[in-house]
């Protein structure tokens, strides 16, 4: 009767470890799988993102003609990732303006997302840290639950709208899992307390549920796995019930209880296997390791991630420690005391082991931790095989460093390159770089396409790689832009003189099919000034700041950065920042200055000079703020601040009966590029129920000396066929006056102020003067002299064919509330009432 007891008590003993081992191994496998799930859900999201980004490069870096190649690059993406929804096209205003897909999605075609507080948020978060940003889980509007992202598209500096990537999540998660882990596992994904996917569970898997956290484009997640019960069944065998059972019988069915633990070394066998082909596809092999004995039991897939056949190596622990690297082996291979001194039960390691073949693979251990009487006697865990994910992370990260055009380095971890070099200098050398920024390339791009573009680029890397070796770093920093670094002992003397050999070099003709193009450069230098990335960083924003001052005294040369530079930069940013406020708080107005027939004092109409009214500096005219919002790209919302401001004015005018009488407005060489400007401008004076002829677009001579004259050109002609008149302001000051006009439809030129000024006492500019009023009259078009100022100017210009004036003589700059003051004051002058004298602008 003692023996029975004691056979029954050593059953119960029995029944309760053989429990907590399966319930251990159950949650290993579920921990290992979670994971395993988190790593391919976040690569599947990853590999989409860099789809996204790379079509929002291609637009930044005008490789796609904007919405024009939209539709076509997004159905190849909807074509490739089966669970995307749709690729849509944002607009800076958060209004979805292109769907596409559109059949449908077509409920959410003109949806404004920035009204939405999820979406909204995530365009704020984009815009701000210019990168991809997903939203939490949402309810599409075309049905279903999705998840959404936004990735801004920046053009010159501003975001001009978002690139919307919507995509169904049941399908994706359906991706990652696939079909033989369903049958096993069961998968929750939750954002906070939202579900973003959820499969159905039953309450057996719940005991061993584990969560794993993936941090992907701004969100948390939060992957809940579970077995299935079917799973947990085939783990949780009865063998430890039937110990129970026969122990109290054991005297009778010794036989049976033999036959039972074969029986149940075989179902072990079997569910081992079941797990192992689990684990299959993730790559993991299954360890489970006596801390006492050595003996270590590995899965069949275990022996196929180091390449051998399970007969090969020995079942010890010796085989995996002759396997891991000589240099991993310390990090890897602990003293049992250090498991057993540790607080917790999960040991988790990144180290390289030995293939079969020679090479190193990349592998995550992760264990648990079976403690008895405090030590630690088991070590159960799985080895998962990450070479393939190492690899492509570093591809992404080489990719990600460099410029897929030229192959030069990008942008991306410049500064910590360039520390490294500073920091490898000897005394006697220093670390210069140079920014390099392509003269007139934009007029190749724009004249002759894109890959006339690119071929050149990629030519001008070749001489700069080509160039003598003589660069550390070569680094392509913009669309035609270039960092060099560059080791050296000579003086600065020998730098200006290296840096002219190089703008020589960059300067060679260039041969595309059949053509011969030119590019010119302009460099700004600075030196790095120690070994940090602070000064590193200095010295890049220093070049930048040179570059700068070389492309505005005349491109195609060198120039050292100076302080004082940096000074008249800040000042320029703080102006910059002072126009943004006065845009916002509608400081910009016109001022409007009037042109007469210098015989009849006809008004023949008035040119719109923009002022700011400065809140602590006054009137401000155009010089003071101009060049500092054409650098801060907001020239053009000036511009169209005061084109409306003229529209008013001519609306004033025809009510004073100067139904004819016509304003001049100069448009910034940035809004004469946009092909969307005669569109932009028509639609404006129809709104205001204005003729176009009322309006004189002036164009500079500087305008069509820029590299992008190209596109000048074919919108000044598009402005003369919409009705808009054209005028060539301050003729007679440049190379290009008389070419310009038998290129465009010009219907006036005025003759600068520069040779009208003075001119009653300088034969000189009487000269100049007349035989450009001779030459106008001879092509039918009217001349106008700027600049009047005294009566015996007056009286000369009348002895020429000049038709008008304009200047101080007149009149000076009016507010429009003044305009009708001086209308009617300047009408009583002249003896005539004010509607006789409104007169044409011919």
């Known amino acids: 009767m003692i023996a029975a007891l004691v056979l029954l008590t050593s059953t119960v003993v029995m029944s309760r470890f053989a429990r907590v081992a399966q319930s251990e191994r159950v949650v290993s496998v579920v921990e290992t799988y979670s994971r395993v799930f988190a790593a391919k859900l976040g690569e599947q999201l990853q590999n989409r993102i860099d789809v996204v980004e790379l079509v929002r490069a291609s637009w930044q870096k005008e490789r796609m003609a904007g919405l024009g190649e939209f539709d076509d690059v997004a159905d190849i993406i909807h074509a490739y990732f089966d669970e995307v929804q749709a690729l849509n096209w944002v607009n800076a205003a958060g209004e979805i303006e292109r769907v596409t897909p559109l059949d449908g999605n077509e409920r959410a075609l003109g949806l404004n997302v920035a009204a939405l507080p999820g979406p909204g948020q995530a365009l704020r978060d984009a815009t701000a840290l210019d990168a991809f940003r997903l939203t939490g889980p949402i309810e599409l509007a075309q049905g279903g639950k999705g998840i959404v992202g936004y990735a801004p598209v920046r053009v010159n500096g501003e975001v001009a709208g978002f690139l919307n990537l919507v995509f169904r999540s049941a399908p994706l998660m359906d991706h990652v899992m696939g079909p033989s882990d369903a049958k096993s596992f069961s998968v929750t994904v939750m954002d906070g307390t939202n579900s973003v996917h959820e499969m159905p569970h039953d309450p057996?898997?719940?005991?061993?549920?584990?969560?794993?956290?993936?941090?992907?484009?701004?969100?948390?997640?939060?992957?809940?796995?579970?077995?299935?019960?079917?799973?947990?069944?085939?783990?949780?065998?009865?063998?430890?019930?039937?110990?129970?059972?026969?122990?109290?019988?054991?005297?009778?069915?010794?036989?049976?209880?033999?036959?039972?633990?074969?029986?149940?070394?075989?179902?072990?066998?079997?569910?081992?296997?079941?797990?192992?082909?689990?684990?299959?596809?993730?790559?993991?092999?299954?360890?489970?390791?006596?801390?006492?004995?050595?003996?270590?039991?590995?899965?069949?897939?275990?022996?196929?991630?180091?390449?051998?056949?399970?007969?090969?190596?020995?079942?010890?622990?010796?085989?995996?420690?002759?396997?891991?690297?000589?240099?991993?082996?310390?990090?890897?291979?602990?003293?049992?005391?250090?498991?057993?001194?540790?607080?917790?039960?999960?040991?988790?390691?990144?180290?390289?082991?030995?293939?079969?073949?020679?090479?190193?693979?990349?592998?995550?251990?992760?264990?648990?931790?079976?403690?008895?009487?405090?030590?630690?006697?088991?070590?159960?865990?799985?080895?998962?095989?990450?070479?393939?994910?190492?690899?492509?992370?570093?591809?992404?990260?080489?990719?990600?460093?460099?410029?897929?055009?030229?192959?030069?380095?990008?942008?991306?971890?410049?500064?910590?390159?360039?520390?490294?070099?500073?920091?490898?200098?000897?005394?006697?050398?220093?670390?210069?770089?140079?920014?390099?920024?392509?003269?007139?390339?934009?007029?190749?791009?724009?004249?002759?396409?894109?890959?006339?573009?690119?071929?050149?680029?990629?030519?001008?890397?070749?001489?700069?790689?080509?160039?003598?070796?003589?660069?550390?770093?070569?680094?392509?920093?913009g669309g035609d832009e270039f960092l060099l670094a560059i080791r050296t002992e000579v003086s600065d003397a020998g730098l200006l003189d290296f840096a002219q050999s190089l703008i020589t070099a960059i300067g060679q003709p260039i041969a595309f099919e059949g053509k011969g193009f030119r590019v010119g450069a302009s460099i700004g230098v600075d030196v790095v000034s120690s070994a940090t990335e602070e000064s590193v960083c200095t010295a890049i924003a220093n070049a930048d700041i040179a570059l700068k001052h070389a492309k505005t005294s005349g491109k195609g040369r060198c120039v050292f950065f100076e302080p004082a530079m940096r000074d008249e930069t800040v000042r320029s940013v703080e102006i910059a920042m002072q126009i943004r406020e006065g845009i916002d708080r509608n400081e910009f107005v016109a001022f409007f200055q009037p042109q007469v027939d210098l015989r009849s004092n006809r008004i023949v109409g008035f040119e719109a000079l923009a002022r700011w009214r400065h809140p602590e500096r006054g009137i401000l005219n155009a010089a003071a703020f101009v060049p500092h919002a054409e650098d801060a790209h907001l020239i053009e919302a000036i511009d169209d601040l005061v084109f409306s401001r003229v529209l008013d004015a001519l609306a004033m005018l025809d009510g004073l009966g100067l139904t004819e009488t016509r304003i001049s407005v100069n448009l910034s060489t940035s809004q004469l590029m946009h092909a969307s400007v005669v569109d932009r401008l028509l639609w404006k004076v129809d709104e205001a129920s204005i003729d176009p002829q009322r309006i004189c677009i002036e164009i500079l001579e500087s305008t069509l000396l820029n590299e992008r004259a190209g596109n000048v050109v074919r919108n000044v002609h598009d402005l003369a066929k919409a009705g808009f008149s054209v005028e060539l302001d301050d003729f007679g000051s440049g190379h290009t006056a008389i070419a310009s006009l038998l290129n465009f439809p010009v219907s006036r030129i005025k003759i600068d102020k520069s040779l009208v000024a003075g001119i009653a006492g300088d034969r000189n500019l009487q000269a100049i003067t007349t035989a450009i009023s001779d030459l106008g009259q001879k092509l039918g078009v009217t001349v106008l002299a700027e600049g009047l100022e005294t009566e015996e100017d007056r009286a000369f210009l009348l002895s020429t064919t000049c038709a008008q004036v304009q200047g101080y003589l007149v009149g000076r700059p009016l507010a429009q509330q003044d305009l009708n003051d001086w209308i009617v004051a300047w009408c009583g002058r002249h003896s005539e009432p004010l509607r006789a004298r409104a007169g044409t602008g011919s």
């Open 204 to 477: 057996v898997g719940e005991a061993f549920a584990v969560s794993t956290t993936l941090d992907i484009a701004g969100r948390t997640w939060t992957i809940i796995a579970r077995p299935t019960s079917a799973e947990v069944a085939a783990a949780q065998s009865p063998l430890d019930e039937l110990i129970l059972l026969i122990g109290l019988a054991l005297t009778v069915f010794v036989p049976a209880l033999l036959n039972e633990s074969a029986l149940n070394k075989q179902r072990l066998v079997e569910r081992e296997e079941r797990f192992a082909l689990a684990m299959e596809g993730a790559s993991d092999g299954l360890f489970d390791l006596n801390t006492l004995t050595g003996e270590t039991y590995y899965s069949p897939r275990w022996f196929q991630m180091v390449g051998y056949r399970a007969e090969e190596l020995p079942l010890h622990f010796d085989t995996f420690r002759k396997l891991i690297h000589p240099a991993d082996v310390d990090n890897v291979i602990r003293p049992a005391h250090d498991f057993t001194d540790s607080d917790g039960d999960i040991v988790e390691n990144e180290f390289r082991m030995r293939h079969k073949d020679g090479h190193w693979i990349n592998v995550l251990a992760r264990a648990r931790l079976v403690r008895r009487d405090g030590r630690v006697v088991r070590i159960v865990g799985t080895h998962v095989d990450l070479t393939e994910l190492r690899r492509h992370e570093r591809e992404l990260k080489r990719a990600a460093m460099t410029d897929d055009l030229t192959g030069l380095r990008n942008r991306r971890g410049l500064s910590q390159v360039l520390t490294r070099h500073a920091a490898a200098l000897s005394d006697t050398a220093r670390l210069c770089l140079m920014h390099v920024d392509l003269d007139m390339f934009k007029a190749i791009n724009d004249s002759n396409g894109h890959e006339a573009g690119d071929h050149v680029l990629r030519e001008i890397a070749d001489r700069l790689r080509g160039f003598h070796g003589a660069f550390e770093v070569i680094a392509r920093v």
